[in-house]
């Protein structure tokens, strides 16, 4: 069965930083492009960035670009966001997904809460 | 403001038959990029219910379809259920913006 369990989540000042972490099983996580997406309370869906299968190629919307940084680590089958200068609009849901074009399966995901 | 344009709300009676329309642009749906759907039900994390556009994953009731024609994809829900009561958003590329884009999501309610 494919999981994806997200953690790192919690409470942090704006201007603070975070890193989150998703543990990947059930799949040959090196072979597949992953993506995070959040949630913001009661709002859409966004797509934050991208990263291939070696770490060589990563993609960011501009909302983050500068600030977030996504990586990976296939030996450990995790993959990483890590978050700088958050800001209350961070506030959200941050959800690791498998990339295939699409995103299966979701997780639980975790919370970000930017706040002072 | 969504890249992909979705009606906020859509509503039917149970049996009835609706669909869910995605507006994009020349950059993603009309640039051939697929277009993928998820279902998020209140408190719950999404799930996809059409990818590629067209295919339903293992599990998806054959009453949920998907359709996509030049800049537009369409979610055709038919035999309304009160279960299908949840948030419906598309997901396509946009080679402008060198990333996945959303629409900004539909609220189903069965009446």
């Known amino acids: 069965e494919v999981q994806l369990v997200e953690s790192g989540g919690g409470l942090v000042q704006p201007g603070g930083s975070l890193r989150l972490s998703c543990e990947n099983s059930?799949?040959?996580?090196?072979?597949?492009?992953m993506s995070w997406v959040r949630q913001a309370p009661g709002k859409g869906l966004q797509w934050l960035a991208n990263?291939?299968?070696?770490?060589?190629?990563?993609n960011y919307v501009d909302s983050v670009k500068g600030r977030f940084t996504i990586s990976r680590d296939n030996a450990k089958n995790s993959l990483y966001l890590q978050m700088s200068s958050l800001r209350v609009e961070d506030t959200a849901v941050y959800y690791c997904?498998?990339?295939?074009?699409?995103?299966?399966?979701w997780g639980q995901g975790t919370l970000v809460t930017v706040s002072s | 403001q969504s890249v992909l344009t979705q009606p906020p709300s859509v509503s039917g009676a149970p049996g009835q038959r609706v669909t869910i329309a995605c507006t994009g642009t020349?950059?993603?749906?009309?640039?051939?990029?697929?277009v993928h759907w998820y279902q998020q039900i209140p408190g719950a994390a999404p799930r996809l219910l059409i990818y590629?556009?067209?295919n339903r994953p293992s599990g998806v009731p054959d009453r949920f379809s998907g359709s996509k024609s030049d800049t537009s994809a369409s979610l055709a829900i038919t035999g309304l259920q009160a279960e299908d009561e949840a948030d419906y958003y598309c997901?396509?590329?946009?080679?402008?913006?060198?990333?996945?884009?959303f629409g900004g999501g539909t609220k189903l309610t069965v009446l």
């Open positions: 997904l498998r990339d295939n074009d699409w995103f299966d399966p």
């Open positions: 059930g799949f040959t996580f090196s072979t597949y492009w």
């Open positions: 990263i291939n299968q070696d770490g060589s190629d990563k």
């Open positions: 020349s950059s993603n749906i009309g640039a051939d990029y697929d």
């Open positions: 590629g556009s067209f």
């Open positions: 997901q396509s590329y946009d080679s402008d913006l060198s990333g996945s884009i």
